[in-house]
């Protein structure tokens, strides 16, 4: 599993989720000046979610 410190998006445009696998297409689509440490009370991204599940 390729879990990693929580981190979500402060682009206005993205979802409102955090990400903790770096194996999710979408943590690594954001922008490295968009990107922000911790979770911001959001739920976790799904696709993270199922990542983790699989023990991906």
């Excluded at 903790?20 to 979610?49: V, W, Y």
């Amino acid at each position: 599993m390729a879990k990693v410190s929580p981190v979500y998006s402060n682009n206005p445009n993205s979802k409102k989720v955090y990400h903790n696998n770096d194996k999710c297409t979408e943590i690594n689509n954001i922008e490295r000046e968009n990107l922000r440490n911790g979770t911001d009370n959001r739920p976790l991204c799904e696709h993270c979610a199922r990542l983790n599940a699989q023990g991906k």
